[in-house]
């Protein structure tokens, strides 16, 4: 009995330690699904925030992003919700995109040291999808093509 409470107190130790030190696996029992999506002809791998905990995150504490890889915020009820860069380590692109699936804006090169200012859409949104910097004009992506997901 002593034996097993000892290797709890351990496992419980150990899970302690790892979410101190380890941040970026903090949420990992929370983070989501990915999804394949696009935004006009671009591929991307979409790790989707669509929770306040997730979205309230977001890439916050990353040093980057993997290649044709972003973050996909989806709000139930469109909106001009505000981004800011809170605790980023990397600028960013922010495509803000309306209920029907088109892009309304992009913001491009968003730094870090924009913080605490925030960012809004010119109009209701149901979706922003962020990828880092310079990935929109590499790619072409302008305002009023298609995004699409699920794909």
């Not at 002593?2 to 107190?9: F, G, M």
């Not at 504490?61 to 709000?75: A, E």
């Not at 800011?84 to 870090?112: N, Q």
Request: hydrophobic letters at 40%.
């Amino acid at each position: 009995m002593q034996k097993r409470l000892w290797i709890l107190a351990i496992a419980i130790i150990l899970l302690g330690v790892s979410v101190k030190y380890f941040p970026y696996h903090r949420n990992c029992f929370a983070r989501q699904s990915v999804l394949e999506g696009s935004l006009g002809e671009t591929g991307l791998h979409l790790e989707v925030a669509d929770t306040e905990v997730l979205r309230s995150q977001g890439l916050s504490g990353r040093k980057g992003l993997p290649s044709n890889t972003g973050m996909l915020f989806i709000f139930e009820t469109p909106g001009k919700y505000g981004f800011w860069m809170k605790d980023m380590k990397f600028a960013l692109d922010m495509v803000w995109i309306s209920p029907e699936k088109k892009i309304v804006a992009i913001d491009r090169d968003v730094r870090p040291e924009s913080y605490p200012q925030a960012l809004y859409p010119p109009q209701d949104v149901s979706y922003v999808v962020e990828v880092p910097a310079g990935f929109s004009k590499v790619h072409g992506i302008n305002v009023g093509e298609k995004f699409s997901i699920g794909q």
